[in-house]
């Protein structure tokens, strides 16, 4: 959320950074500071009334004791308690109306940003080489269903599109993934977190995701006490709920948080025609990397996270590029993001495995997250993300970039402690 007391002194500065996310607020903006000023003075007046009616009751007692008359003064005292409850319905109405508009708009984008969308987005460095075969090579598809690691037929079968069961080696490998990230991210000091994969509706408007993205989520129609829960996206909105309406201490910064999760999103079902079996779906395990930092340590934070998902990457010994995303293309919550991107051969081009993103102070108003300063004063703190990584576009690329003309796969070296000392999976016979 941004600060209110941001918006009334910039109010087009506000207008014109969000014009960078493609987002024309004007109305929005000239809305709220409206619903602000209407809000300041309905409690004014409101306080103002329920001041007169602590002065009044505190008058009634000794006017029994004198034996004067009370009832014109209760008379008054029940006209002023109506006339308080008509305000209050009203301001009830008016904060309704400005905080929808309040949680509605997107985080500021950092200046640096380019304004637009995808096509202004910036590549700043790459890693390796694009991998050559002297062969024809097979797509990932292909090469998962000849290693008998992936049941896609079965996986549709149990759940429809979009899912797909891991067999075997398959299942094997894509747990050797996930030991590998939490096994990196334990060494440099991170704390793994499992989480409950059901949230309650506060864990999504604290990340950013509602109100406005509030049907890309698969929501628990039955939930058993009447509070509202949905399966979570992305362990981050857990993660920033952590340590919602708490009020830590510079000695407890920064914390550092890593959770597996398996991820669960609607929004998958549309898909282009090369982002078929595992690349794009329903379900799929991630690593997620959450820090909450101080203001001043926001960005140093951000670029030890961008490094620690390039590092995973390097690893496994995959060409990357790592790219600045316009401001359009960044999410809602997220003041700037950098994009882990590899190459998929039979894809041609490549897909994003790592999002790192700073949100600043964004997520942590809409959660009251704060920081006591050793001064004494609270603020809010900082909150950022990155994934550690999805494995579902992973072993995609494992498979792909590290098949063999007879159909088989060479395993990355940092994986094959996790699988038995296994360095080649071999077709099934």
């Known amino acids: 959320m941004i600060d209110i007391k941001y918006i009334k002194e910039n109010p087009q500065e506000v207008i014109d950074r969000l014009a960078a996310k493609e987002k024309d607020v004007r109305d929005e903006v000239a809305r709220i500071l409206e619903l602000d ?16 009616q602590n002065k009044a009751s505190k008058r009634i007692p000794a006017m029994k004791k004198a034996g004067e008359d009370v009832a014109p003064l209760l008379a008054e005292m029940k006209a002023i308690s109506e006339k308080i409850g008509v305000i209050d319905a009203k301001l009830a109405e008016v904060v309704s109306e400005y905080d929808l508009l309040m949680l509605s708009l997107p985080n500021l984008p950092d200046r640096d940003l380019k304004p637009g969308g995808k096509e202004n987005n910036e590549p700043i460095r ?42 075997g080696m398959g299942a094997r490998l894509e747990w050797a993934l996930l030991n590998y990230f939490i096994d ?43 509070r509202s829960r949905f399966m979570l996206p992305t362990a ?74 390039e590092a995973l ?6 060409h ?57 004063h609270i603020e809010y703190l900082h909150t950022l993300n990155g994934s550690g990584l999805a494995t579902s576009r992973i072993l995609p690329a494992v498979v792909e970039q590290g098949q063999l003309a007879d159909g088989s796969v060479v395993v990355p070296e940092v994986l094959r402690k996790y699988l038995g000392g296994i360095e080649v999976i071999h077709p099934n016979k």
């Open 320 to 376: 990357f590029r790592t790219v600045k995303l316009a401001a359009a293309d960044c999410s809602a919550s997220m003041a700037r993001t950098y994009d882990i991107e590899i190459h998929i051969p039979s894809m041609n081009g490549y897909k994003e495995v790592s999002s790192v993103s700073n949100a600043r102070d964004y997520q942590a108003r809409r959660g009251m997250m704060r920081v006591k300063r050793a001064d004494g």
């Open 126 to 167: 790459y890693y390796g080489e694009p991998h050559k075969f002297d062969f024809e090579p097979k797509n990932h598809v292909d090469l998962c269903t000849s290693l008998g690691l992936i049941d896609y037929p079965r996986g549709v079968k149990l759940s429809g599109n979009g899912f797909w069961v891991y067999r």
């Open 37 to 52: 000023a209407e809000r300041r003075a309905l409690i004014g007046e409101t306080e103002a009334l329920k001041g007169e």
């Open 236 to 309: 981050e909105t857990a993660l920033v709920s952590l340590h919602r309406d708490e009020i830590l201490t510079e000695a407890d910064l920064p914390r550092k948080y890593i959770s597996y999760t398996p991820c669960f999103r609607r929004e998958a079902g549309s898909y282009r025609s090369d982002e078929r079996g595992m690349v794009r779906g329903h379900q799929f395990n991630k690593v997620e990397m959450v820090q909450y930092t101080l203001p001043e340590k926001s960005d140093e934070a951000f670029e030890e996270l961008v490094g620690k998902a």
């Open 313 to 318: 990457v390097k690893g496994l010994g995959f």
């Open 184 to 226: 990196t991210h334990l060494a440099d000091g991170y704390e793994l977190v499992l989480v409950p994969h059901m949230l309650l509706e506060e864990c999504g408007t604290t990340a950013g995701q509602f109100p406005k993205f509030r049907d890309e989520v698969y929501n628990i129609a039955n939930s058993t006490d009447g």
